[in-house]
């Protein structure tokens, strides 16, 4: 019964720290449009035992193009560097849409650990 009752607090404290994942970014050097290199992220309460940072980007205004996005190994680091991974940028037709990245905190073995978004504009370039 201990062993149960134990069990399940660790599994809660352990949910509690995975939802506390953090990510935000900033366009950085992204100025022109289909930029393919990432931009610079922050991340923070990245769990332990993660191995990569999974990046997927969609466009709120336009979600079924495919930005694709990219891996990352993960070593502690409290930043990912602008052109850590090649992707479709941000490129609306007109006005501005809303990104979002999605990111994916995975273990060794490909697991989720946890997720964060982080969302952001980008204005037409012409």
């Known amino acids: 019964m201990r ?11 352990t949910a509690t720290a995975h939802a506390e994942m ?4 900033d366009w950085g050097p992204t100025k022109k449009c289909f930029d393919p290199n990432s931009p610079p992220f922050k991340v923070s309460g990245v769990p332990s035992g993660t191995a990569t940072l999974d ?5 709120k ?4 193009f495919n930005h694709g996005g990219g891996q990352v190994p993960y070593k502690g680091e409290a930043s990912v560097p602008y052109g850590a991974f ?5 490129c609306p037709p007109s006005g501005t849409h809303t990104y979002v990245f999605t ?6 073995k490909g697991k989720v650990l946890a997720t964060a978004k982080a969302q952001r504009d ?3 370039q012409s």
């Open 3 to 13: 062993l149960l009752l134990a069990s399940t607090i660790l599994a809660a404290l």
């Open 22 to 25: 953090k990510v935000s970014f």
């Open 55 to 59: 990046f997927h980007m969609t466009d």
């Open 61 to 64: 205004n336009a979600p079924n």
């Open 86 to 90: 090649k992707y479709k940028g941000p």
């Open 103 to 108: 990111v994916k905190a995975l273990d060794a």
């Open 122 to 124: 980008f204005a037409h």
